[in-house]
């Protein structure tokens, strides 16, 4: 089946640590995109890939890290600068990042708990 | 920006049609409007898109007004799976082509 993975979909973690969410896409989409959702909230972009080996901060990039060294791959690092890193966070992917009509698709999403 | 109004709740009876209304009276004219629905604790799901003509597909169906100013998702046959937040978005074409979701419409779908 063809879609977009993330793991695991819940994980908890001890302030202070860093935690790294796995998304991986068989789409064979060039962009790939990480949000935040807060509860009752929308989503808040933060960080985005157009291609592989390149990436852009979104609205929200502090506190966090991202590669692509491949296409199909976009891991997030939450890292320990993250003041508030409880939240549900989404990945997705889309053909073409300048096409007028590139829709977007989403994984299920990985409840991160920092205790 | 262009911003999006919805209502924040709607019910809806299990068969019926659910029309799904948004504003956006500050669209620009390159601008599409998509929907999108998640049901709880899981990933957004992509319902349907368009500029300025209608559009429909195996989910939804969606009315453009002429002006463009506002648009309804039509639901035809609504089922208990359809109760979700669905979301009407205004898509933003700068900033790495990110999606902005508003406060969306929480919608119930009842035996």
């Known amino acids: 089946d063809g879609g977009i993975t993330q793991s695991p979909k819940y994980l908890f973690r001890k302030e202070g640590q860093n935690v790294t969410l796995s998304c991986e896409q068989n789409?064979?989409?060039?962009?790939m995109y990480w949000y935040r959702q807060d509860p009752g909230q929308g989503l808040r972009l933060i960080y985005y890939?157009?291609?592989?080996?390149?990436?852009q901060k979104g609205d929200i990039a502090e506190g966090y890290s991202v590669s692509r060294e491949k296409k199909e791959s976009f891991p997030l690092t939450v890292t320990s600068a993250q003041k508030n890193p409880t939240a549900f966070y989404l990945c997705?992917?889309?053909?073409?990042?300048?096409?007028?009509?590139?829709?977007?698709?989403f994984g299920p999403g990985t409840r991160l708990t920092v205790l | 920006d262009a911003k999006t109004t919805q209502p924040p709740s709607m019910d809806c009876a299990e068969g019926r049609a659910a029309n799904l209304p948004c504003n956006h009276s500050?669209?620009?004219?390159?601008?599409?409007v998509y929907w999108y629905r998640q049901i709880h604790s899981q990933g957004p799901q992509y319902i349907i898109h368009?500029?300025?003509n209608n559009e429909t597909n195996e989910m939804a169906s969606l009315i453009i007004t002429e002006d463009r100013k506002s648009s309804t998702l039509i639901l035809p046959h609504a089922t208990l799976r359809d109760t979700a937040v669905y979301y009407c978005?205004?898509?933003?074409?700068?900033?790495?082509?990110?999606?902005?979701f508003g406060g969306g419409t929480r919608v119930l779908v009842k035996p």
């Open positions: 997705a992917s889309s053909m073409a990042i300048r096409e007028d009509t590139d829709t977007q698709y």
């Open positions: 789409l064979n989409h060039d962009a």
């Open positions: 890939s157009q291609i592989v080996n390149d990436f």
């Open positions: 500050t669209i620009s004219g390159n601008e599409y």
């Open positions: 368009g500029l300025k």
């Open positions: 978005i205004v898509r933003v074409e700068a900033a790495g082509n990110k999606l902005t």
